[in-house]
Each structure stands twice: as C-alpha cells, then as structure tokens.
C-alpha cells in the first residue's frame, strides 16, 4: 500500500510531478493491500505461462510447414501419452520417488540459500515475508525460482512416467507448497495425517526465524532435518511455548480456584 494519502503528497515525497506511468499507478495501488498486489504476480505468471507457448504450438500442429524447418531439433518426450494408464500401485510409487528426491535435493539447495551470500542477494526476497501466507510460495527472486524447480523435475526426468502421474505430482507439489505457507495449523492439517510430513507449523517458524534460522529446511517432510540436526531450534521453540502454555493454564487454573475460594468465604 502506497503511504500517500493524496497523488499530491506522492509528488512532494518525490519532488517532481509523477509521469504517467507512475500516476496510473497509484490511481490502481494506492488502496489496494500489499498482499493483494503480490496475488498479480502469481496470476500474470499463470498466463503468460499459459498464452506464450501457444501460437508455435498451434501453428507447429496445424501449420507445421511454416515453423518446422526453423526447427533447432526434434521433439523428444520420455513422458508416455497413450495407453494403457498406468496402476494406482506404479503411480503411488513414482509419487513417492518423486517425493524423496525432491525433498532431498530442495533441503541442501535451501540450506545454500541460507549461507551469507545466498540469503543476502538471493533468498532473502522471499524472507519478507515473516509471517507466509500461501501466494508467498511463488514469491522469490528469479534465480531461486529457476533453482529450486530443478529438484521437482527431477523425479519424472530419472523415473519417466505417464502425463497423468505428471499432472497429479505438479499438482501435489504445488498445494504442498501453498499448505506450507498458508500460516496455519488446523485439527485436520496433512501433518497430522501424514507421518514425517512437517506442514505448515514447521516451515512457519523457519519464516519467523528469518535470516538467522538454521532450522527447518525441508520443503515436504523433516527427516532430512532430523538426520543433520537442523531441526533443534524449531525443537527449542516448541519446547518453550510448550512451557508458556503451561504456566498459562497452571495461573489460570490457581486464579479460578482463588476466586472460588473467596467466593465459599464471602
């Protein structure tokens, strides 16, 4: 949210008139949350990703004698397209290959985002957001957008499968994600549910620890966390709110009593 009330104030911060650009823009943003600007990014990636692609798309399977000699080489998918589909049984363990091998090599590349040079030019972009919530997934500098989508590519490039188990494993990734930096914890969370799976509660702290957290890493479930000992100051911070919970509950359990005490005696 823009902190002018008026365009006017905008140009005395400024100390100039504001072009047109700049004017059309805070006619659109001015009011507009910044949590509301950041859902643009998502929906602009979503159709330009979209759009982009289709017309040599469309012209190569309608037209191909207009593109195909500029054609720099064939086309060479591994994914299989036809039939027969493949088992519940096959799809659950490519599903679960998937899985370990993305949460393997995203854990390592996220703990480089955490040394000093990484965090402060890189991934701290995504660190603004202390308290996530779940179009914070997406929001990242480019070169860690473009990093860390290696690790979920890299399931289906060494254990091809059917574009179905494609689909549904992008889909998977993409909600876990969204779940993770949803910034909350309910009864019927996936983490309850799901053993090893950390969920929201877990990578919630690694954005509240910020820049300093050396904690909490793991993008889908915590044993990489628990094998190399990244998980003790997560471990710390339950410990202790624990206690304040306690002590909480213990004070107002004594407050009832005493004032239930008094009340016998008046």
């Known amino acids: ?10 140009e005395a911060a400024l100390g100039r008139a504001m072009t047109w650009a700049e004017a059309a823009w805070y006619q659109y943003s001015a009011v507009m949350p910044d949590s509301w600007l950041h859902c643009h990014t998502t929906f602009i990636l979503f159709v330009i990703y979209t759009i982009a692609p289709l017309p040599l798309l469309v012209l190569e399977q309608f037209a191909p004698s207009v ?55 890189i991934h701290r972009v995504h660190h603004e957001f202390t308290a996530p919530t779940g179009f914070a997934m997406s929001y990242s500098h480019w070169a860690e957008n473009l990093v860390l989508s290696i690790p979920a590519l890299a399931g289906p490039v060494l254990v091809p499968c059917h574009v179905t188990t494609q ?42 620890a910020g820049g300093r957290s050396q904690s909490n890493f793991a993008p889908l479930f915590t044993y990489c966390d628990y094998i190399y000992r990244t998980d003790k100051g997560y471990r710390y911070h339950k410990l202790k709110q624990e206690k304040l919970k306690n002590l909480a509950e213990n004070s107002a359990e004594k407050g009832g009593n005493y004032a239930f005490d008094k009340g016998r005696k008046d």
């Not at 949210?1 to 905008?10: E, K, L, N, R």
């Not at 064939?74 to 899985?99: D, F, H, K, N, W």
């Not at 779940?179 to 919630?204: E, K, V, W």
């Open 67 to 121: 593109v195909l000699p500029y054609k720099l080489q064939p086309r060479i998918l591994r994914t299989r397209m036809g039939l027969p589909l493949p088992s519940v049984r096959e799809t659950i363990a490519q599903l679960v290959v998937y899985s370990l091998v993305e949460d393997y090599l995203s854990y390592w590349i996220h703990r480089l985002l955490h040394t000093q040079w990484c965090y402060r030019k």
């Open 167 to 208: 689909w549904l494993w992008f889909s998977i990734r993409l909600i876990e994600g969204i779940n993770t930096h949803s910034g909350y914890h309910f009864p019927f969370s996936p983490c309850r549910l799901i053993p090893f799976y950390g969920g929201a509660a877990y990578h919630d702290y690694h954005h509240y």
């Open 1 to 10: 949210m823009i902190p002018y009330a008026t365009a006017a104030d905008g």
